[in-house]
């Protein structure tokens, strides 16, 4: 809760951090570092737990919530990890919101062949409208 927030891709400064998500090219939990840009790394909620079926290759955000998800849930919700409102809701949010993230975040297309259908309001597009253009002469994301 009073975590200080850092962004940069120094390894000087990510040495130095105790999470690191999305940057440094090193998936290691116990270390808590949880970046997924490395051609080794094939890792999907599957191989990570094996109880659960989704074989999309996690990005960063997949990462942290397969780690991490059911905790958080359990601590907003008041109710056991391990329980049944914790594991559907779990398991809910995986697959109609976060499996999205880590498609799009890997360029996992969404259908074969031709879509049947455009997506113009996923979240990845949202998100996209709030940095800067690439030619607008202020680049500051922070704002």
Same mark, same amino acid.
């Given at each position: 809760?009073?975590?200080?927030?850092? $962004?940069?891709?120094?390894?000087?400064?990510?040495?130095?951090?105790?999470?690191?998500? !999305?940057?440094?090219?090193?998936?290691? +939990?116990?270390?808590?570092?949880?970046?997924?840009?490395?051609?080794?790394?094939?890792?999907?909620?599957?191989?990570? $737990? +094996?109880?659960?079926?989704?074989?999309?290759?996690?990005?960063?955000?997949?990462?942290?919530?397969?780690?991490?998800?059911?905790?958080?849930?359990?601590?907003?919700?008041?109710?056991?990890?391990?329980?049944?409102?914790?594991?559907?809701?779990? !398991?809910?949010?995986?697959?109609?919101?976060?499996?999205?993230?880590?498609?799009?975040?890997?360029?996992?297309?969404?259908?074969?062949?031709? +879509?049947?259908?455009?997506?113009?309001?996923?979240?990845?597009?949202?998100?996209?409208?709030?940095? +800067? $253009?690439?030619? !607008?002469?202020?680049?500051?994301?922070?704002?």
């Amino acid at each position: 809760q009073d975590a200080e927030v850092v $962004r940069t891709r120094d390894p000087q400064r990510l040495a130095q951090c105790d999470v690191v998500v !999305d940057v440094g090219g090193e998936y290691d +939990p116990e270390r808590h570092r949880y970046d997924h840009h490395q051609r080794s790394f094939t890792q999907s909620m599957r191989s990570l $737990r +094996p109880d659960k079926p989704w074989t999309t290759k996690l990005s960063s955000a997949g990462l942290v919530y397969c780690h991490f998800g059911s905790q958080i849930l359990a601590g907003l919700l008041g109710q056991p990890e391990d329980g049944p409102v914790v594991t559907a809701l779990y !398991d809910k949010l995986y697959e109609n919101f976060v499996e999205e993230i880590d498609a799009i975040d890997n360029g996992i297309a969404q259908a074969e062949g031709e +879509p049947r259908y455009a997506l113009t309001t996923t979240l990845s597009a949202r998100v996209g409208h709030l940095n +800067p $253009r690439w030619n !607008d002469p202020d680049q500051d994301t922070e704002v």
